[in-house]
């Protein structure tokens, strides 16, 4: 039994307040089974005077997306002067810019995709590199807006350049990488397994895949050579260094294996609030390393701090 206070935060306004609310309602489930005193806030734009008034002990942060993973809800809480989970205001802002944290990457020696960031409207009526390629915004979560453009496209999807599109003007346009998406947590200093995301019913690793029942199959430990396994762990732990992470986060690699055992292994993206639904990864690996969720929730509560 734990006398702390916890505060889960949850929901938000950015586009992935449904997977954030399922996130903070199985947390706030977990810490009240591990005996916390839990307080369920669905984050609107009057936060901190809400945190102010309930002076949670701490934050566990379950929200996703703009706001919640950027370095916003961060700042808010060092201003409070109220630990929180996962990682702090660099790293978490470093992490969402695609862009910049593939210079990070590339600096510290993980193999990255050769990609330029540019304006959605730049992109035009032609190829701004040689296709197959992906378009991808610069700062947003959980694949929204996510555009592969296949080998045989004549021109660029209209979409990029249109009024319908909803996430921001700065684009990423990245080599498409071919085959199988592996992804590996860190928890604490720790790499925990690697497990390869099988879509069963979308081209690729997308939202719904994600998050709808079904939509994926999750295989831990991932069918690969041990070396690849191990070299997955390496660079998933060296990228959680490397951007500064703190708590738990998750990379998300591309490995390459139509030609050689070996292959090609590529980091993606780094992702520092990482889903903590009943589907999510994290909580899988978690689960294999031996720690169950509420041990997991408990172990991120007892880890949290300011000026992380």
Not at 129 to 155: A, C, L, W
Not at 156 to 185: K, N
Not at 288 to 296: D, I, N, P, V, Y
């Amino acid at each position: 039994m734990s006398d702390k206070h916890v505060a889960v935060l949850m929901g938000g306004f950015s586009s992935e307040r449904p997977v954030s609310l399922s996130s903070g309602t199985a947390c706030a489930d977990a810490l009240e089974g591990e005996g916390y005193r839990v307080t369920r806030v669905d984050v609107g734009r009057d936060v901190a005077a809400v945190l102010s008034e309930l002076r949670p002990d701490v934050a566990f942060n379950a929200l996703h997306g703009p706001f919640g993973e950027d370095g916003t809800i961060q700042g808010i809480l060092e201003y409070l002067e109220i630990p929180y989970t996962h990682s702090g205001v660099l790293a978490s802002a470093l992490a969402m810019d695609k862009h910049q944290a593939k210079h990070v990457a590339k600096a510290s020696g993980i193999p990255v995709a050769e990609a330029k960031a540019m304006s959605r409207f730049d992109i035009g009526n032609a190829h701004p590199i040689k296709p197959p390629y992906v378009v991808k915004p610069v700062r947003e979560g959980s694949s929204f807006g996510v555009v592969i453009v296949q080998e045989n496209q004549s021109h660029p999807p209209q979409i990029i350049g249109s009024s319908e599109w909803r996430y921001g003007d700065r684009v990423l346009v990245e080599r498409y990488i071919y085959g199988r998406e592996l992804t590996c947590g860190v928890m604490g200093e720790v790499a925990l397994g690697v497990t390869e995301v099988v879509p069963l019913s979308h081209a690729f690793y997308d939202y719904d895949a994600k998050y709808a029942e079904g939509g994926s199959k999750h295989v831990i430990p991932a069918q690969i050579s041990p070396n690849v396994y191990q070299k997955i762990q390496t660079l998933a732990l060296k990228a959680h260094q490397a951007m500064g992470c703190r708590g738990v986060s998750r990379s998300d690699f591309r490995y390459d294996d139509r030609f050689s055992e070996n292959g090609e292994v590529i980091w993606l993206e780094i992702n520092t609030q990482p889903g903590m639904t009943p589907t999510s990864l994290v909580p899988e690996m978690a689960g294999h390393a031996g720690h169950s969720f509420g041990e997991l929730v408990r172990w991120m509560v007892e880890d949290a701090t300011c000026l992380r």
